[in-house]
């Protein structure tokens, strides 16, 4: 393979990859949009509670969080294993037609 056919390649994973970030974003806005209470000027108060349980986890090291806080954080990574395996699969059988 060659440095653009290599470099083409990463870019179109890295377009993927993107795409999937962007909706993973999107969803949890939603669902932070979706927890408060949207105010005339177009602002969202959100409930002290959830503010508070998610302040604490952005202060949280990953390996210091609850299970159930893991499982939702693997859970988003699962999306990204599809696309990896096949950007690696084809890799591997560009290498192989090389060699």
């Known amino acids: 393979m060659s440095d653009t056919e290599r470099?083409?390649?990463?870019?179109q994973l890295l377009e993927q990859l993107a795409a999937i970030e962007h909706d993973r974003?999107?969803?949890w806005q939603r669902y932070v949009h979706d927890q408060g209470q949207l105010q005339p000027d177009g602002s969202v108060i959100l409930p002290a509670n959830?503010?508070?349980r998610w302040e604490r986890q952005i202060?949280?090291?990953y390996d210091d969080l609850a299970d159930s806080e893991?499982?939702?954080?693997?859970?988003q990574v699962r999306k990204y294993f599809p696309i990896l395996e096949h950007w690696l699969q084809q890799n591997r059988?560009?290498?192989a037609a090389d060699e």
């Open 25 to 27: 974003w999107a969803h």
């Open 7 to 11: 470099q083409k390649s990463l870019d």
């Open 93 to 95: 059988e560009e290498k």
């Open 50 to 52: 959830l503010v508070e």
């Open 70 to 75: 893991k499982d939702s954080d693997r859970e």
């Open 59 to 61: 202060r949280t090291p």
